[in-house]
């Protein structure tokens, strides 16, 4: 049996929506008519199978000596072509499966599929004519913050000025100075950063906003609709709230409140021909946990003909473990040296093919500063990583692949909207939709302080000015995909095995995934390589 089959097994079922498990794939390659027993399978599994198991092949193939001769023909491929008049999955798929446009109702058929990684090597051929890299948000050589007080007033002035005006025209807004002017019983509406939230002895919530004028106080009833929207509020992001003044003009009494938000009916960008990128993030190069041969495992699969329209690696933070980044880290070191880290994940990038451009950002863990934005690596790190010649940038950046915005945010502030937010709008299980409130605030860190450290600098480059077609995280090393008002949100998992410090908070990482990225379509293929 040539190796190449159980690749055409997988992608034949991927086609049609389906994963299936290693054995299940094994026995379809293995049939008498590989085809004919894919499609047996695909046009027997229950409604609501997703992934196709050893014991569901074995069935499908029974009924095919059974029927001695029965129509197997392909079933018509409902999982790529979805209807998108169908009603919204307001409830996430299991991310390792499929995931759910929440917003639009436009579900996105998204699998995950083992990979062949040795005997199918061949020599790539890539138009390089074709090949377009921008990269835009990038705080390299231009930072200019001393830390003064100044500075953090300019930057959150910065922070508010940008993000008020995409409020101000779904508003009429009046500054707070205005506002304790009018009359009581008058509409009013206020766009603030968000200076504090407190509830009242009755259960009631009182949200003070702050402008460049000073502050003024909404109050929202518990009772209303919009109370649970206090729930997805964040101290120092910028709302809008509208409503009437109380009799005595010093209150308002909130009807509606409003995030900055991502339109519903954003137009994303495509890529004018057949290419993809791989979306991967926390390599922790030096680590003993480090999952160097899952690494290479994937490296090996870049080479093969499977791979063969994967030309862009998009690196989103953490290439090595770093050291003195927590207590008695060394402990767990498998290099102790932070250069020497660095050379070895140089190593580990010579094995991609020479031809697949390669973009990267920092991470918490890298030889950078912790506050954010992060500015990329110093000279003497671009030496050592110069394999390739890949774009360095900051954390954050807005990267242009052939047309295609891709956000890359590290992802730290994942770990703020999770202790802040409620489990269902963001969780370590379903890190995507941390992804979702941060387009919703139209800013990648929105609380300052906490988990969050933030760099004063003459603008606010953490500010999403452009919505992305694309939103690449990392950080917290859980899978997590989905859509967005048409952004396609993707956390792309880890290359480092469970730590002491995850066992010891109860987090299961996602070793060894790579998202790829169909930048015609958006579609998304996970490949595991553990």
């Known amino acids: 049996m040539p190796l190449s089959e159980p690749v055409r097994v997988v992608r034949e079922l991927t086609s049609h929506g389906y994963n299936a498990d290693r054995e299940a794939v094994t026995l379809l390659a293995d049939a008498p008519d590989p085809d004919a027993a894919v499609a047996r399978a695909v046009e027997t599994a229950p409604d609501d199978v997703l992934t ?3 014991e569901h092949v074995r ?11 029965a129509d197997t023909d392909t079933p018509s491929d409902t999982a790529s072509s979805p209807d998108t008049d169908a009603p919204p999955d307001t409830d996430d798929l299991d991310t390792t499966v499929s995931s759910g446009d929440e917003t639009t109702g436009n579900p996105t058929r998204m699998t995950t599929s083992p990979a062949e990684t040795k005997g199918d090597s ?14 835009a948000g990038d705080i390299t050589g231009r930072s200019t913050g001393t830390g003064e007080y100044e500075d953090f007033v300019a930057v959150f002035r910065d922070r508010y000025e940008r993000l ?16 304790e002017q009018m009359s009581g019983g008058n509409d009013a509406a206020v766009v603030g950063m968000v200076n504090d939230i407190r509830s009242t002895a009755s259960g009631h919530w009182l949200v003070e906003l702050e402008d460049t004028n000073g502050t003024f106080p909404a109050l929202v009833m518990k009772d209303r609709d919009i109370a649970e929207l206090v729930d997805e509020m964040l101290l120092d992001e910028v709302v809008a709230v509208e409503g009437s ?4 003009g010093g209150i308002i009494f909130a009807d509606n409140i409003h995030f900055p938000d991502v339109p519903r009916n954003h ?3 495509t890529a004018d021909r057949h290419v993809q990128a791989a979306l991967v993030s926390d390599v922790h190069v030096g680590s003993q946990e480090f999952a160097g041969e899952a690494w290479s495992r994937f490296t090996s699969w870049l080479h093969t003909r499977e791979a063969e329209h994967v030309e862009y690696l998009l690196i989103a933070g953490d290439m090595v473990e770093g050291v003195g980044v927590y207590p008695d880290q060394d402990e767990e070191l498998d290099i102790v040296d932070i250069y020497e880290q660095y050379e070895a ?5 010579k094995e991609v093919p020479g031809d697949v451009e390669i973009v990267l950002i920092p991470g918490n863990h890298d030889a950078v500063r912790l ?4 500015p990329g690596f110093d000279e003497k790190l671009r030496d050592i990583m110069d394999v390739h010649d890949p774009h360095i940038s900051g954390n954050p950046s807005t990267v242009t692949v052939e047309g295609v915005d891709v956000l890359m945010y590290h992802g730290v502030s994942i770990d703020e909207m999770v202790a802040e937010l409620p489990e269902d709008k963001a969780s370590y299980e379903k890190p995507h939709r941390a992804m979702y409130q941060l387009l919703k605030k139209r800013h990648v860190a929105p609380q300052f302080g906490g988990h969050m450290r933030v760099a004063p600098e003459e603008k606010d480059y953490l500010v999403i000015d452009d919505v992305p077609d694309v939103f690449h995280t990392g950080h917290v090393h859980k899978l997590g995909i989905g859509t967005y008002h048409n952004v396609r949100c993707i956390n792309s998992g880890c290359w480092q095995k469970q730590t002491d410090f995850q066992k010891s908070v109860n987090i299961q990482p996602d070793v060894a995934t790579a998202p790829i990225l169909d930048l015609d379509t958006l579609e998304v293929t996970v490949r595991k390589f553990e």
Request: zero cysteines; hydrophobic letters at 35%.
């Open 52 to 54: 196709l198991t050893a």
């Open 59 to 69: 069935e499908a193939l029974d009924d095919i000596h059974d029927a001695d001769g």
């Open 122 to 135: 061949f020599d790539r051929t890539v138009d390089e004519a074709l090949r377009e890299v921008d990269i």
């Open 164 to 179: 008020s005006k995409k409020l101000r025209g779904r508003v009429n807004h009046r500054p707070t100075d205005a506002l």
């Open 245 to 248: 003044l109380s009799s005595d």
């Open 267 to 269: 137009q994303v960008n």
């Open 345 to 349: 994940f140089s190593e580990r990038l």
């Open 371 to 374: 506050a954010e934005p992060q």
